[in-house]
Nanobody, 118 residues
Framework: EVQLVESGGGLVQPGGSLRLSCAAS????????MSWVRQAPGKGLEWVSA????????YYAESIKDRFTISRDNAKNTLYLQMDGLKSEDTAVYYC???????????WGKGILVTVSS
């Protein structure tokens, strides 16, 4: 059974940093690209970032480019999202997703809330 469990969210002041983690199990982690997707209150899903199976070719949404960094540790079956320079508009539930090259995100974690507020 595929399981994705996010952690590391919480309340942070504008300009602050957080690092999200996503612990993966139930599939061969280093066979798949992985993604982060977020949903702000009252809004739709927004793709944030993706990374290939070997950690290369990271992709970022324009809204977070140069502030967020995606990475992975295949030995630990864990995906990360380092978020720096956080803004109030980054407030959202963040989901990690196993990413199939044809289907897109085919499994989702339950999500973790990030709140950016003073």
């Amino acid at each position: 059974e595929v399981q994705l469990v996010e952690s590391g969210g919480g309340l942070v002041q504008p300009g602050g940093s957080l690092r999200l983690s996503c612990a993966a199990s139930g599939f061969i982690f280093d066979d798949y690209a992985m993604s982060w997707v977020r949903q702000a209150p009252g809004k739709g899903l927004e793709w944030v970032s993706a990374i290939s199976w070997n950690g290369g070719s990271p992709y970022y949404a324009e809204s977070i480019k140069d502030r967020f960094t995606i990475s992975r540790d295949n030995a630990k079956n864990t995906l990360y999202l380092q978020m720096d320079g956080l803004k109030s508009e980054d407030t959202a539930v963040y989901y990690c997703g196993k990413t199939d090259p044809l289907l897109g995100v085919d499994y989702w974690g339950k999500g973790i809330l990030v709140t950016v507020s003073s």
